[in-house]
């Protein structure tokens, strides 16, 4: 027997096409069958599920571009399924993981692992980068042929930047060999070594150990031009600063093969939310000033930011609970993704269906991920939004298994109310499961 | 074998590269060369065409093929050979390769054959002896008697250059192979194409006049030739390529990829072979295809042949005295 669901009186949103109307879709064995503003219009679809969406948002799953994982290696803070279970429940529909792992991913078999653990345990879609060089060392790269042939989506060191610009170089060459995606983490290792807060006035208030701002740039700079010398595809993970932001509108303008993304803190907060020391305010790369938030917020608006990321990192308590300087890095962010995004959409500063393109079609553009369109024929991975539904964040009922977020007591407007993956709900907000 | 007061062959009284050598000259040496291996065939392969000249072997690098060649070479030629193998320095090359310039001078050989680990020595050398230098391997620039037998060899099989497709695959960017390979063929009428992953390809390689590919299948698409190169083992370890496995599985030459070449296309390799790396063994082994022991018999009439010919340049009374 076939799988059917019919949605009717949704408000579709499809980035894709550029769709934004009244309509119904009708998913069938996990793929769209059919979509369209007359769809379940006028008579109720005979099929045996309906929902009726009451004109909340029906738009493709969003797919997170950079999320950290503990398996393999440290369960204890967060495992496949535990993330895809925050995912789910953030609209999310495929996360992105990084090979930051104990093992790190920089094996052909160890791709194979990821995909399998997450075939039989995850809730949403799991797609592995692998490392861009061996155990993440920065020196000899890894085996990129073989590791797309394993299933590997991205080439990346994770939040390590790779030191030296001839391995670098070498690693993009051989990546443009086969037409990898290498995706950077922009803080120059030197300037920013020891250090916790960007370097400024609170900083020096504070008292702690700062890196100024351009040791971003400065990689930025340093990788456009070594994607320039070898034509390989390249993505920043996430830039946080305004000089970031003109450098790669610039290599853009010149026609490379260059895109970035921003982490949703970076939209959200700066570096006076660092307050007395909240070590939940701990991020790689840091918060910055407030004139490089704006920035980062006109770049979404304007599309020469791409995409926006959680950069899910989950910390256990006892790596934060410390002086700042001694706390680990990294902020949750799977369930607040969608909110801090719908928060540019209710300041007027882009539109919604503008913000779930750079949370859904472009990630899967960049990627090469079939996803991230309402097309029929398309897998049925949907996420049904209520934009204005107002929330606190309360990091007890996060489901992830670290609570270590930034937004805690945060007040936002709108969240995924539903999550389909491949035609099944994997999150409804009315059981909460 | 040739005839006395045999006329000029070469332009220069050194071979130094294939970059500057005419069609004529190169057409010549083939055909001469041709001579040689049809004698080498025979029992008696002795002349005594060099006869009282002194050939001297100066390698910098470790070389058995190569520098057995050229031995029996100027052996069958009569020629008096010595064999010098130079461990360099690598702190002071330059100073120690002058200094060992100006000793073999006084010794006063007529012919000097010469492989260094740096590009430009045999120019260098050429430039401070009295004697023809043949270059038989500088660094990465050129190695213009390899690029010779290669051509002897696939005129004998071809008939000639014209139009064929010849596929070059590996590690161009470090190798003299290819460069020389690259000028002659082109120089002769033949399309080349490079095919390697980008680490081991000159950013510039475009340049040579040459098509560039990354997919092996699409390189050797129509080939009539395909040349495999040899990669140093100490390349495969990450700088380059990141292992021998991964090398293997996308520019290793076997039998499934090489039905992307043109039916009976040869397959040619300068030696010495890693096997299960840049050639499995049965395809190197397959006589069907290979052409490899044949390109080694080449070599000694090749390098007959140019000894040969840069011997018509010299005084018959030897060098004027100091």
Not at chain 1, 338 to 362: I, Q
Not at chain 2, 35 to 51: C, H, M, P, Q, V
Not at chain 2, 155 to 167: D, K, N, T, Y
Not at chain 2, 252 to 272: Q, R, Y
Request: hydrophobic share 45%.
């Amino acid at each position: 027997m076939t799988k059917r669901i019919a949605f009717r009186n949704a408000r579709l949103i499809d980035p894709a096409s550029g769709l934004d109307v009244k309509g119904g879709l009708l998913m069938e064995n996990g793929r769209i069958a059919d979509v369209g503003p007359r769809l379940f219009n006028d008579a109720e679809p005979n099929d045996p599920e309906v929902i009726d969406c009451k004109g909340l948002v029906l738009a493709p799953g969003l797919i997170d571009a950079r999320v950290f994982t503990g398996e393999p290696g440290s369960e204890y803070r967060e495992t496949l399924a535990s993330a895809s279970e925050a995912a789910a429940a953030g609209g999310i529909t495929t996360i992105i993981v990084m090979p930051n792992t104990e093992p790190v991913i920089d094996e052909p078999s160890l791709v194979d692992f990821i995909l399998r653990r997450a075939a039989a345990t995850a809730k949403v879609r799991v797609a592995p980068m692998a490392a861009l060089t061996r155990h993440l060392a920065g020196e000899t790269m890894t085996e990129i042929g073989l590791l797309l042939e394993a299933g590997a989506v991205a080439f990346t060191d994770g939040d390590r930047t790779i030191r030296n610009a001839r391995v670098l170089r070498r690693a993009l060459a051989y990546a443009s060999t086969f037409g990898a995606l290498v995706v950077g983490h922009a803080e120059d290792p030197d300037l920013s070594d020891g250090a916790a807060v960007t370097e400024g006035e609170f900083a020096m208030r504070l008292g702690l150990p700062a890196a100024p701002a351009a040791a971003e740039a400065i990689i930025v700079e340093r990788d456009i031009r070594l994607v320039e010398l070898t034509g390989a595809r390249y993505h920043f993970s996430q830039i946080s600063t305004r000089a970031s932001l003109d450098i790669v509108a610039a290599a853009k303008q010149r026609g490379l093969p260059v895109t970035c993304g921003v982490a949703a803190h970076h939209l959200a907060l700066n570096e006076l939310d660092v307050g007395s020391y909240r070590t939940f305010m701990k991020v790689k790369p840091p918060l910055r000033s407030e004139a490089d938030r704006a920035a980062m917020v006109e770049g979404v608006a304007s599309g020469l930011i791409d995409i926006i990321v959680s950069s899910h990192d989950p910390q256990a308590a006892d790596t934060k609970r410390q002086p700042f300087a001694a706390a680990a890095f990294g902020a949750v962010g799977l369930e607040t993704l969608l909110p801090v995004a719908l928060g540019l959409h209710h300041d007027g500063r882009a539109h919604l269906s503008h913000l779930l393109k750079a949370l859904s079609t472009t990630p899967a553009r960049i990627l090469g991920l079939n996803a991230g369109t309402l097309a029929k024929g398309a897998p049925a991975d949907l996420v049904l939004i209520d934009p204005d539904e107002p929330f606190t964040v309360k990091a007890e009922q996060l489901r992830s298994r670290a609570q270590n977020t930034p937004f805690e007591g945060r007040r936002f407007h709108g969240r995924a109310q539903k999550t389909f993956v491949g035609g099944a709900c994997v999150f409804d907000r009315r059981t909460g499961r | 074998m040739t005839p006395a007061a045999a006329e000029p062959l070469l332009k220069s009284s050194h071979l130094l590269g294939i970059e500057t050598l005419s069609v004529g000259e190169i057409a010549s040496l083939l055909d001469l060369a041709e001579r040689y291996a049809t004698l080498n065939r025979g029992a008696n392969k002795k002349s005594d065409l060099l006869k009282g000249r002194t050939l001297i072997n100066l390698f910098f690098e470790a070389s058995t093929r190569t520098q057995s060649s050229f031995e029996l070479a100027g052996k069958r030629l009569g020629a008096d050979v010595m064999n010098m193998s130079v461990r360099t320095s690598s702190v002071s090359k330059g100073e120690t390769l002058i200094d060992t310039a100006t000793t073999l001078n006084a010794m006063r050989p007529d012919m000097l054959v010469v492989r260094h680990p740096d590009s430009g020595a045999a120019e260098l050398l050429a430039q401070k002896l009295d004697c023809c230098v043949v270059n038989a391997g500088d660094g990465s620039h050129e190695h213009p008697t390899q690029a010779l037998l290669d051509a002897l060899t696939i005129r004998r099989r071809r008939g000639s250059f014209e139009g064929l497709i010849v596929a070059i695959c590996g590690d161009v960017l470090h190798s003299r192979v290819a460069r020389s390979n690259i000028h002659l063929l082109a120089k002769m009428g033949a399309r080349v194409r490079l095919v390697a992953p980008a680490t081991l390809l000159p950013p510039d390689a475009d340049r040579f006049g040459v098509e560039i590919f990354h997919d092996m299948r699409q390189g050797l698409e129509g080939a009539d030739i395909v040349m495999m190169l040899r990669l140093q083992l100490e390349r495969m370890s990450g700088a380059f390529v990141p292992s021998t496995r991964e090398y293997f599985r996308f520019y290793g030459l076997d039998h499934e990829k090489l039905k992307a070449a043109k039916p009976g296309a040869l397959v040619m390799h300068p030696g010495p072979m890693n096997r299960g790396v840049e050639i499995a063994s049965a395809v190197a082994d397959d006589i069907e295809v290979s052409v490899i022991q044949e390109q080694v018999e080449m070599g000694v009439a090749i390098r007959m042949a140019v000894l040969d010919a840069l011997s018509r340049g010299l005084a018959p009374e030897g060098r004027n005295a100091p």
